[in-house]
């Protein structure tokens, strides 16, 4: 008896083994295509131009359309798809390469001599893009200046909003959490349920060690992490009380229609983890407990945590404070071994990635050999559930078209 994507996913989260490996393709910001390559997929596939929509313009992400999730059999959905669904709601503007394209109607984008500029609702500069680069990066910091040692945070909410990745939201997260917002909320993502049967990932962010990166810049806070704990927790104490109200605002509002919820934090590097475990369980694990406990009281989802670079040593805690999910399992990293990740965590806890080697094998790689790669990890990866595959992050700029083909062709050839 066929089951049908969601079911699939569900079962993989739920550590059952599905019909076939489940397929994430830009079911998140972390899953996604670059702009400047999809274009050129969509031709190689034989499928209609058609207007290249960046729904996320840090990143510059495009919206895969409907025609390519059908062709590679992908199993899952961003909540996001069920907004900005008519040509008013997007503008025009040209991507680094020169493609044109569309933007949300709300971003606001300024040119600057030879640089592009993010701008908040009142003009200030959030990010920048500079001539030659295909993203933009923070540029400003809020609280820089101010220092953490004396502060009593009051006005923490509204400097949330200054920072680029808080500051310029997807869509979905474009709408404000007050009543009208949360019914229109509520309303395109029942829609949107109703019309997909792909799983469908809300993405909400509660990020807590990346949040004051963003708010004091990383070598700041990374200082302040030693130097003054005290305050660090208090700050903690701050965000996760945010969270949690804009937690059950938004679940309130889309949690009976979503089946993943993701929240973000970057805890590794390419070496290892950029924290201690030590670190991890006194600054952030208490406050993951509460954030990922009170998702699962309020809407029958599973947590996914969007968590870049080498952090194995931190997944045993992760798990403890109720993580059911992680991505995008980066497997070039140190401590990063799919088959001794699946051996240690594979019974607590999902592999949501790793499914491919971005930068070294999709990108350079012929493409049998990006196929060999991707069944060799669905081999270690799949058995007894507890995997869902996409490739290590986005899709790159650079990604030859053919290579991306062959990596979700490999998926829907593999077997158990």
């Known amino acids: 008896m066929s089951i049908t994507p969601r079911q699939r996913v569900l079962k993989a989260l739920n550590h059952q083994q599905p019909d076939r490996v489940p397929i994430d393709f830009s079911g998140h910001r972390s899953s996604g295509i670059a702009a400047p390559a999809y274009p050129g997929l969509r031709k ?28 590679f059999g992908i199993d899952t959905i961003e909540m996001g798809r069920g907004f900005l669904l008519e040509d008013k709601d997007w503008k025009n503007w040209t991507l680094p390469d020169g493609t044109d394209c569309q933007v949300p109607y709300y971003i606001n984008l300024e040119k600057r001599g030879d640089d592009w500029y993010l701008l908040s609702d009142d003009g200030v500069p959030l990010g920048v893009q500079k001539k030659g680069c295909l993203y933009f990066e923070q540029c400003h910091f809020p609280l820089a200046r101010r220092g953490i040692e004396n502060d009593d945070f009051t006005d923490l909410e509204k400097m949330i909003t200054r920072t680029v990745w808080a500051g310029v939201p997807h869509p979905g997260a474009h ?16 829609i949107l349920r109703q019309t997909t049967d792909r799983a469908v990932i809300g993405l909400f962010g509660g990020n807590m060690f990346e949040l004051p990166q963003w708010l004091y810049r990383m070598d700041k806070y990374f200082t302040y992490l030693s130097l003054y704990p005290e305050a660090v927790i208090q700050l903690s104490e701050k965000l996760c009380q945010i969270h949690l109200r804009n937690l059950e ?7 009976p229609y979503i089946d993943v919820i993701a929240f973000g934090d970057d805890f590794g590097g390419q070496n290892g983890p950029l924290i201690s475990p030590e670190m991890y369980r006194r600054y952030y694990k208490p406050y993951h407990q509460k954030l990922f406990r009170r998702a699962k009281e309020l809407a029958d989802v599973k947590v996914m945590l969007h968590c870049c670079g080498g952090v194995r040593e931190l997944l045993g805690d992760l798990i403890e404070a109720g993580l059911n999910a992680i991505n995008p399992v980066q497997i070039n990293c140190a401590g990063m071994n799919p088959a001794q990740l699946k051996t240690e965590f594979g019974k607590a806890l999902t592999f949501w990635g790793g499914g491919c080697d971005t930068p070294i094998i999709l990108a350079a790689a012929a493409p049998p050999q990006i196929a060999r790669h991707v069944k060799q990890q669905i081999k270690i990866l799949s058995p007894g559930g507890g995997f869902v595959f996409q490739q290590v992050h986005n899709i790159l700029a650079d990604i030859p078209p053919q290579n991306i083909a062959a990596m979700f062709d490999a998926v829907n050839e593999a077997s158990f």
């Open 44 to 71: 190689y596939l034989h499928l209609s131009e058609k207007p290249v929509r960046v729904y996320d313009v840090i990143q510059q992400l495009a919206v895969v359309d409907q025609d390519v999730l059908d062709r």
């Open 175 to 190: 709408l404000p959490l007050n009543e009208a917002g949360l019914a229109e909320m509520a309303q395109k993502t029942r």
């Open 249 to 255: 605002k938004w679940l309130g509002a889309v949690g």
